[in-house]
């Protein structure tokens, strides 16, 4: 099976700096991952996803970065604003088992400071 | 929230009776997902459904049972629920086996 884990529960960031959340995955034939963010009281919010034939992807102020020799994939965020301040999800698929199971890690409390 | 609807939001219920969840959608997506949310766990899965009627069990399915009659509705029911049970429920559509969208959310409470 899967199992996905994220190295800091929480992390403080100062307005304007650069966010950097990371998350590592057991499973080498997992081949597509996602990030989500969880407003307090919403449902998680769909960031940005990556393939794994591609080893980074940019979005809006965001960008991930997968390292599929060490099973490590990270969301970085540019200029970090109080409306980031949210718990962030990586979720991971083995897309050729036939599985329609995303496994999720526990998510990242991101705290920005005004 | 990607035009998915949950209702209820909020429900309290004693343990024993059974309570169904609905989860209403509107992008005629094929895929749809029941997770649970709770502290220290993260999202889990319930169950899930790949077409109308074609459903499949995820990682904590016991005590639970869907159905899907319609495209646009999954419903999960809690046959006899259990203080175990309380959690917040999110719905989450699909329309390939990958990017998946979610829901409000319902928060259950089992007392």
């Known amino acids: 099976g899967e199992s996905v884990g994220l190295h800091l529960p929480t992390l403080s960031v100062q307005e304007g700096d650069n966010s950097i959340i990371n998350c590592a995955y057991s499973n080498s034939a997992s081949d597509y991952f996602i990030w989500y963010k969880q407003e307090s009281g919403k449902g998680p919010q769909f960031i940005i996803d990556?393939?794994?034939?591609?080893d980074k992807r940019q979005g809006q102020r965001v960008t991930v970065l997968l390292n599929k020799t060490v099973k490590h994939l990270s969301l970085q965020i540019a200029a970090t604003q109080p409306g980031d301040s949210a718990v962030y999800f990586c979720a991971v698929l083995n897309s050729g088992a036939g599985s329609y199971q995303l496994t999720f890690g526990k998510g990242t409390k991101l705290s920005v400071i005004p | 929230d990607a035009g998915i609807t949950q209702s209820p939001r909020h429900k309290v219920t004693e343990t024993g009776t059974p309570v169904t969840l609905r989860c209403h959608q509107t992008e005629n997506h094929r895929y749809m997902y029941w997770y649970r949310q709770d502290p220290g766990h993260g999202l889990r899965l319930i169950h899930y459904s790949y077409g109308v009627k074609d459903t499949d069990k995820g990682e904590v399915s016991d005590g639970y049972s869907v159905s899907r009659s319609k495209t646009e509705d999954f419903l999960l029911t809690l046959e006899s629920a259990t203080s175990s049970q309380t959690s917040v429920y999110f719905c989450?559509?699909?329309?390939?086996?990958?990017?998946?969208?979610f829901g409000p959310g319902t928060r259950l409470t089992v007392t």
């Open positions: 989450a559509i699909s329309d390939s086996a990958d990017e998946q969208y």
């Open positions: 990556i393939r794994s034939n591609m």
